[in-house]
């Protein structure tokens, strides 16, 4: 089992240039999970999704959309990067909810110049 | 809310000393209490959890964690540091009705011969 993947692991980006930061697991999770993590900030969750179908925000969720393609896949899009979103971008999956475990993915590094 | 503040965002320690990280936590419902580790480049991994069972919980490479309700904390520690130990220690927070793990900001482990 491969756990949690991300693509890409780096990427440069223009301010105002999009992307789509991809997420994916292989532990039939019902949730999947987005934060961002920022020096001194500790990680700061922007949208997960409890199950197949749903999403919802979480503590900085301005300037993003998600998509939870299907039960593996659970997508980041930034559509006009800014400087601010320069950040390590984790994703993860868990059974479900609280008391769970929760998996992470290795990390893309994004710099918005 | 329920949220996590950890005391000290570095720490040093000299090889086969104590370790002591310390974590206190808010919470109006009982929480579940997460200690996560993350290794340079890396993504987090679970080190232990707390889920109102035991209060004195093991984990991995001899790390354990003692849940105390009537200081709020949940401190982790390891008799003897190892040089390996060197990285970043994040503690977290869930609910069992909820989805969101807040982290604290992350105390940076330094440890040296």
């Known amino acids: 089992n491969a756990g949690v993947t991300q693509t890409p692991k780096f990427q440069v980006l223009k301010t105002g240039q999009s992307m789509t930061l991809q997420c994916a697991q292989d532990m039939n999770h019902n949730s999947m999970y987005w934060y961002r993590q920022d020096p001194g900030m500790g990680l700061r969750l922007i949208y997960y999704?409890?199950?197949?179908?749903?999403?919802d925000k979480g503590e900085v969720p301005n300037g993003y959309n998600v998509s939870r393609l299907n039960k593996r896949e659970f997508s980041l899009r930034l559509e006009s990067a800014a400087p601010s979103q320069t950040s390590v971008y984790f994703c993860a999956s868990n059974e479900r909810g609280g008391q769970e475990t929760q998996y992470f993915g290795p990390g893309t590094r994004l710099l918005v110049l | 809310a329920q949220s996590v503040t950890q005391l000290g965002s570095h720490v040093s320690v000299s090889e086969g000393a104590l370790v002591l990280l310390r974590c206190n936590y808010s919470?109006?419902?009982?929480?579940?209490l997460f200690w996560y580790v993350q290794y340079p480049n890396q993504g987090l991994q679970l080190l232990l959890k707390?889920?109102?069972?035991?209060?004195l919980v093991k984990g991995i490479n001899g790390f354990e964690a003692e849940f105390k309700k009537s200081e709020t904390s949940f401190h982790l520690t390891k008799p003897s540091a190892h040089m390996s130990d060197a990285a970043e220690y994040f503690c977290a927070v869930s609910v069992h009705s909820g989805y969101a793990l807040n982290f604290g900001k992350g105390t940076s482990l330094l440890v040296t011969p």
């Open positions: 999704s409890a199950s197949e179908g749903t999403t």
């Open positions: 919470s109006s419902v009982p929480p579940y």
């Open positions: 707390y889920t109102s069972a035991a209060t």
